[in-house]
């Protein structure tokens, strides 16, 4: 189930290097419109979280696995075969919407089988899956195109997607039993959204977290071309992307340790000034030097910024979650692809300035950083609902 929950890491992480050779294959002009093939998969999961939330429930968790692991498949097929860009993204958004499916079935499976230690063991085990992929997904990626090329990379999420289907067919009974399945509606994601957004801090919360994931996106987007092109690090590009994602991994383990001591609003605060503060200060020297600082100060800078995300994203998810009670489940879904199709905007707009200077996403990580901080006094402010 770990794995199931890692497949949009993998249909991400695993493209990043092969981006220029797919934007020259189909033609793209601008290179920075190769940005796209990331951020489409983003758009997709914020629309899938919703779709497949009432499915799950209503479906069984199985069924809603299926149509998750069918709507990627034929959008991977649709990659496969597309000699147009416009395809691909179509491809890529379908892929987004189709692990969105496997994810939340898989989670809703844990809280159907476990609970307390039991729960909380499992959910560590994919949680260090989830946060390990992207640790070696870009080195798979550098791996498959030097045995073929860049279809090969979609041949791959293929046949993990059709193996993950027939283990998950064969060996994962169902956990829903029919009496206990809701009738199909949507009524619940509408009352969700009312809930979400007449909370002052649910509210608040979310819409910073989708602030502060634009950055990350637009790192995610960019970090070929920055780090394999414009540094000229080859293959080490990997080996540096693993590198930053285990350092995020680190903080989210931290972030674990101090949160009982400190609360999630004072570490969630100071994570905000130091991302803001550090990405301020570096604008000097990336000015300084034309936009292209020496790599291992933008390599602590990013480790400093990605590990301020990482906790981020641990306590302000759990912040808008808390007035929410028996809304959890609709608000949970509710507020994830809420703040995912925020950030798609704002990742692409940061990353369309990119032209070989790394001051467009140190600028993105700044002002990102005092915009959900704002919002986030804003939230802690009388709530809009007594």
């Known amino acids: 189930m770990a794995l199931i929950t890692s497949l949009i890491a993998l249909a991400i ?22 940005q796209l093939i990331i951020s489409s998969v983003f758009l997709g999961m914020g629309v899938g979280q919703l779709i497949f939330g009432p499915i799950c429930d209503s479906f069984g968790r199985k069924n809603s696995l299926y149509i998750g692991m069918a709507t990627f498949i034929v959008g991977t097929l649709i990659c496969l075969v597309t000699t147009d860009f416009n395809t691909m993204l179509l491809g890529r958004f379908l892929q987004g919407v189709g692990a969105s499916g ?8 844990i809280r159907d089988e476990y609970e307390g230690r039991g729960m909380a063991r499992v959910m560590s085990l994919t949680m260090m899956v989830f946060l390990a992929v992207p640790m070696i997904a870009p080195l798979l990626g550098e791996l498959v195109i030097y045995i073929s090329d860049w279809h090969g990379i979609f041949v791959a999420l293929l046949v993990v997607a059709v193996i993950l289907s027939v283990w998950f067919a064969t060996r994962q009974p169902e956990t829903l039993s029919v009496e206990d399945r809701q009738k199909f509606s949507y009524d ?9 957004c007449s ?3 649910t509210l608040g919360y979310t819409i910073a977290i989708g602030v502060v994931s634009g950055p990350l996106l637009a790192y995610l987007s960019t970090a070929q071309a920055i780090l394999q092109d414009q540094y000229q690090l080859g293959i080490k590009f990997a080996l540096c992307f693993a590198a ?6 680190v903080a989210s383990f931290v972030n674990s340790r101090l949160v009982g001591k400190h609360g999630m609003r004072l570490l969630s605060q100071y994570a905000l000034i130091i991302m803001a503060v550090s990405s301020v200060l570096y604008t000097i020297p990336v000015l300084l030097s034309n936009g292209q600082p020496p790599l291992w100060t933008y390599l602590l800078y990013l480790a400093c910024a990605l590990c301020c995300l990482s906790i981020l994203f ?6 808008a979650m808390e007035p929410l009670g028996k809304n959890a489940g609709t608000g949970a879904a509710v507020i994830g692809s809420l703040s995912t199709i925020i950030s798609v905007p704002v990742g692409v707009f940061i990353g ?8 467009p996403l140190v600028l993105g990580f700044a002002i990102c950083a005092v915009i959900a901080l704002s919002l986030k006094f804003w939230a802690n402010q009388k709530s809009v609902v007594s």
């Open 199 to 201: 909370n002052r801090v």
């Open 352 to 359: 369309g300035f990119y032209e070989q200077s790394v001051l």
């Open 244 to 249: 930053l994602a285990f350092f995020m991994g």
């Open 314 to 319: 641990s306590n302000m998810n759990a912040i």
């Open 13 to 34: 992480d695993m493209m990043l290097p092969a981006l220029p050779m797919i934007g020259e294959y189909l033609s793209v002009q601008d290179p920075n419109d190769t």
């Open 102 to 109: 496997p994810r939340i079935s898989t989670m809703a499976l």
């Open 188 to 196: 619940s994601i509408k009352n969700g959204f009312i809930t979400v």
